[in-house]
């Protein structure tokens, strides 16, 4: 089996003194995707978080492509081909659709072209000159996950893309990660609505305070629905 692109041992993480991450252990493969699944405060975002360096305090290992990132500045680490996608999505509200898309500088080369993140995103060229405040949920989040494709990253973690959107425009988010996916993208997906992430995922990540309690392959979610249920709450 090829090494893991990504690979999380013994992961803690803390705000100040609050002890949030309490030994995280996952592993992504290149061209995966793969979804943290949990209740509100399991750790989920805070996983994400401490990949992308932006937590005060963390011990343990993250390893991407073999080298350790535990000690590097969040800048070094979206050098190296790393995108993150916030919750809050991050858009300049001053700013019309297109200045917000050539906003962050390419990291590395082959990112994707103006005109190829436009046919992903159709809805997005129609509103190139409208204000980050006139766009509604699904187009900020359409242009949240557009902005990174242009900076050349590979592994995209994209935090509740889903969250508080129109059925209609999750399916479209949907598709989108499929062809990213086809496109040999590697995708870890904070995602509340597990079945949402069973339409784009391979493998789930069960997260609960604070560390990974099971692993399921997307071949066999149908058949741990009930364990499922229980993790989960719902």
Same mark, same amino acid.
């Given at each position: 089996m090829a090494e893991p692109l990504l690979a999380i041992a013994d992961l803690h993480a803390f705000y100040g003194e609050s002890h949030a991450l309490h030994g995280m252990n996952l592993e992504i493969r290149a061209g995966e995707v793969v979804t943290l699944l949990g209740r509100n405060g399991a750790g989920k975002s805070t996983t994400i978080k401490s990949i992308m360096g932006v937590m005060g305090r963390r011990s343990g290992s993250i390893r991407y492509q073999g080298q350790?990132? !535990?000690?590097?500045?969040? /800048?070094? %680490?979206?050098r190296l081909g790393i995108a993150w996608c916030p919750?809050?999505? @991050? %858009?300049?509200?001053?700013?019309? $659709?297109?200045? /917000?898309? *050539?906003?962050?500088?390419? $990291?590395?080369? #082959? @990112? *994707?072209? $103006?005109?190829? %993140?436009?046919?992903?995103?159709? /809805?997005?060229k129609e509103r190139l000159r409208s204000q980050g405040t006139k766009l509604s949920g699904g187009e900020q989040q359409m242009l949240a996950i557009a902005r990174i494709l242009r900076t050349g990253s590979t592994l995209l973690l994209l935090d509740e893309p889903t969250e508080g959107l129109a059925p $209609? !425009? %999750? =399916? =479209?988010? #949907? =598709?989108? !990660?499929?062809t990213l996916k086809q496109r040999g993208f590697t995708i870890l997906l904070v995602e509340q609505n597990f079945r949402f992430a069973a339409t784009v995922a391979d493998r789930h990540y069960v997260v609960e305070h604070g560390r990974v309690i099971d692993m399921i392959e997307n071949s066999e979610l149908e058949r741990n629905m009930e364990r499922l249920h229980e993790y989960l709450g719902v």
């Amino acid at each position: 089996m090829a090494e893991p692109l990504l690979a999380i041992a013994d992961l803690h993480a803390f705000y100040g003194e609050s002890h949030a991450l309490h030994g995280m252990n996952l592993e992504i493969r290149a061209g995966e995707v793969v979804t943290l699944l949990g209740r509100n405060g399991a750790g989920k975002s805070t996983t994400i978080k401490s990949i992308m360096g932006v937590m005060g305090r963390r011990s343990g290992s993250i390893r991407y492509q073999g080298q350790e990132l !535990i000690r590097l500045p969040s /800048n070094a %680490i979206a050098r190296l081909g790393i995108a993150w996608c916030p919750e809050e999505r @991050g %858009i300049f509200s001053s700013l019309d $659709v297109r200045e /917000n898309l *050539m906003l962050p500088p390419p $990291v590395k080369p #082959g @990112g *994707m072209a $103006v005109d190829e %993140i436009f046919t992903l995103f159709p /809805n997005l060229k129609e509103r190139l000159r409208s204000q980050g405040t006139k766009l509604s949920g699904g187009e900020q989040q359409m242009l949240a996950i557009a902005r990174i494709l242009r900076t050349g990253s590979t592994l995209l973690l994209l935090d509740e893309p889903t969250e508080g959107l129109a059925p $209609v !425009i %999750i =399916q =479209q988010i #949907g =598709q989108v !990660i499929r062809t990213l996916k086809q496109r040999g993208f590697t995708i870890l997906l904070v995602e509340q609505n597990f079945r949402f992430a069973a339409t784009v995922a391979d493998r789930h990540y069960v997260v609960e305070h604070g560390r990974v309690i099971d692993m399921i392959e997307n071949s066999e979610l149908e058949r741990n629905m009930e364990r499922l249920h229980e993790y989960l709450g719902v």
